[in-house]
């Protein structure tokens, strides 16, 4: 993560349109904060327990903390790269914390029912968002360019793919209590997915300049 940043930060030198720099600022932070957290629970600080029946669960609350603030910043990157309206991203930033939040209180829940309960309602807040990424984002971002249609194509497929496998792998982990995915493999498995989710979007958003500079020129107003 903290790679990705320098990476970013090079990427970066250089851009003095302030609506480009947007886009730099924005990924910067998502990786900057994932390294934090990270750096968090690799020394210890970031793990609690909760017991659950009989059983103790580890937990890394850290992966929380960070989510609760990345996703609604890569949710930013795709909205403004589609040109989106302030109503469409209150909707998109609304509905992930909503999706975290109780993704929070079913990791933390102490019982098996209630944590399958919201991991239920936390699925489906995220349904919902993929349905606006899919629909009303989608719509906004075929108003651009084609190349910037295209990219906002594959970073949404992106985003899409990914983040439909984080419930997977939580239910089938230690934390969904399923624990077919034992703790080392279940971390490791977020890990991955966090490093695509975050390095891997940022250097396929940052690849290309002229891309983000049509992407921040007005576009003409319809007839």
Same mark, same amino acid.
């Given at each position: 993560?903290?790679?990705?940043?320098? %990476?970013?930060? =090079?990427?970066?030198?250089?851009?003095?349109?302030?609506?480009?720099?947007?886009?730099?600022?924005? *990924?910067?932070?998502? /990786?900057?904060?994932?390294?934090?957290? %990270?750096?968090?629970?690799a020394t210890g600080f970031g793990v609690t327990e909760v017991t659950v029946g009989d +059983?103790?669960?580890?937990?890394?609350?850290?992966?929380?903390?960070?989510?609760?603030?990345?996703?609604?910043?890569?949710?930013?990157?795709?909205?403004?790269?589609? =040109? !989106?309206?302030?109503? *469409?991203? $209150?909707?998109?930033?609304?509905?992930?914390?909503?999706?975290?939040?109780? =993704?929070?209180?079913? /990791?933390?829940?102490?019982?098996? $029912?209630?944590?399958? $309960?919201?991991?239920?309602?936390?699925?489906?807040?995220?349904?919902?968002?993929?349905?606006?990424?899919?629909?009303?984002?989608?719509?906004?971002?075929?108003?651009?360019?084609? +190349?910037? !249609?295209?990219?906002?194509? /594959?970073?949404?497929?992106?985003?899409?793919?990914?983040?439909?496998? %984080?419930?997977?792998?939580?239910?089938?982990?230690?934390?969904?209590?399923? =624990?077919?995915?034992?703790? %080392?493999? +279940?971390?490791?498995?977020?890990?991955?997915?966090?490093?695509? $989710?975050?390095?891997?979007?940022?250097?396929?958003?940052?690849?290309?300049?002229?891309?983000? +500079?049509?992407?921040?020129?007005? /576009?003409?107003?319809?007839?």
């Amino acid at each position: 993560m903290t790679i990705g940043t320098l %990476y970013f930060i =090079g990427r970066g030198r250089g851009v003095r349109d302030p609506k480009m720099q947007e886009f730099y600022i924005i *990924t910067i932070f998502i /990786t900057t904060i994932a390294a934090a957290m %990270y750096f968090a629970m690799a020394t210890g600080f970031g793990v609690t327990e909760v017991t659950v029946g009989d +059983e103790a669960l580890t937990i890394y609350w850290a992966r929380y903390a960070d989510w609760i603030f990345t996703t609604p910043l890569l949710l930013l990157d795709l909205a403004l790269l589609a =040109g !989106a309206n302030r109503n *469409t991203i $209150a909707t998109l930033i609304g509905l992930d914390v909503f999706m975290i939040g109780t =993704g929070v209180i079913a /990791t933390f829940s102490q019982t098996p $029912a209630t944590r399958i $309960a919201w991991w239920g309602v936390s699925t489906a807040a995220l349904l919902v968002l993929l349905y606006f990424l899919v629909g009303t984002l989608s719509e906004s971002a075929r108003a651009k360019s084609p +190349e910037v !249609a295209s990219l906002f194509g /594959t970073l949404r497929n992106l985003v899409i793919v990914l983040w439909l496998l %984080y419930p997977v792998v939580w239910i089938l982990g230690t934390e969904g209590t399923f =624990g077919i995915l034992p703790l %080392y493999w +279940e971390t490791a498995a977020f890990m991955v997915l966090d490093l695509a $989710a975050k390095v891997g979007f940022g250097v396929v958003l940052l690849r290309s300049r002229s891309v983000l +500079e049509r992407a921040v020129a007005p /576009t003409a107003a319809p007839a």
